[in-house]
């Protein structure tokens, strides 16, 4: 079975705690990339990240300036933003292939507090100076993420992925607004992988994320475009499946953001991780932990974040 099933779902954890866009990278494992064996996984998530904002120079600032080019204004910003985030996601692995590659889908809804990024557009879009206090205590739901095409094929030692899916701005967003749980905009995410395993216990992964973004509910705005590259390498410990492994990726913005307000900063943000799974009823209930360390940040939040949670499996069909 594989690790795949202890593992995932970073994505929707880490895009709520401090990306721009909706996709952060090292969101998943570096297995998590290949389509699941047939069945239905159901992870329960929960993640906490502590986060600061660094702006253009890379420094840990207070200050940010307000990009709007009629009005360029200071605004004083009480560093930190800390955030809380639930994740309940449904995965299914299909049946049979699909352009000779095994396949599944996946739809992930999120419950979250308002997180760095929601405060970041939200300080962007003062029009005036003054000091913010990031207070506000609510929990909503955030955007979901659905994924229709999953598909990854083998060779030898080598698995190759195919991914697309849609950010829905399906938490709430009101221009101004402290408490928005979403961005207020939709997102494509278009992904590519390769794993390499040079002996039967050990993979390494490379995947690159291209994030398109339309244009934000009620303002005129939109966000540029992000690439991230992830990559990343796992130990298989054991025929129970229980897995050890260490992550890293690299994000930058590579198009200019559109309209007349909002952040028009160009920003970056890479990190390094590591993840622990173990079955708690070997391939069919397992749990995981995992911690990020962010660096080289640029006109964002980044700061270390931690998850844990279950995975459980649903088997369709002997593996």
Do not use: C
Request: net charge positive.
């Amino acid at each position: 079975m594989k690790a795949f099933l202890v593992f995932v779902i970073l994505l929707f954890f880490f895009r709520i705690t401090y990306g721009q866009g909706h996709y952060s990278g090292s969101s998943f494992n570096p297995n998590d990339y290949f389509a699941p064996h047939a069945g239905i996984i159901i992870p329960v998530w929960y993640g906490f990240a502590n986060m600061d904002y660094y702006n253009a120079a890379g420094k840990k600032s207070d200050q940010l300036i307000n990009p709007v080019p009629e009005n360029p204004t200071a605004l004083n910003i009480k560093q930190n933003v800390k955030t809380h985030s639930f994740i309940l996601m449904a995965i299914y692995g299909g049946k049979g292939k699909i352009l000779g590659a095994d396949w599944g889908m996946m739809v992930i809804p999120t419950l979250n507090s308002p997180t760095a990024s929601i405060a970041l557009d939200y300080y962007s879009q003062q029009t005036g100076t003054g000091n913010y206090t990031f207070t506000n205590k609510s929990l909503g739901f955030g955007d979901m993420y659905i994924q229709p095409v999953w598909l990854s094929w083998k060779q030898n030692k080598m698995q190759y992925a195919l991914n697309y899916g849609v950010w829905a701005p399906t938490g709430k967003y009101e221009p101004n607004s402290l408490d928005n749980g979403g961005h207020g905009y939709w997102s494509q995410n278009i992904r590519g992988a390769v794993k390499y395993k040079p002996i039967g216990q050990v993979g390494i992964t490379v995947a690159t994320t291209l994030e398109i973004n339309h244009w934000q509910k009620d303002t005129d705005f939109r966000e540029g475009s992000h690439l991230t590259i992830d990559g990343g390498g796992t130990h298989l410990l054991n025929s129970r499946g229980d897995e050890i492994g260490i992550f890293g990726h690299y994000t930058k913005q590579v198009s200019d953001d559109k309209g007349s307000t909002g952040s028009f900063l160009s920003d970056r943000i890479a990190g390094v991780g590591g993840f622990v799974s173990y079955w708690i009823v070997p391939k069919k209930v397992g749990a995981m932990a995992r911690v990020t360390q962010n660096f080289s940040t640029e006109s964002r939040f980044g700061g270390i974040a931690f998850q844990t949670g279950l995975n459980i499996l649903i088997p369709t069909s002997p593996h």
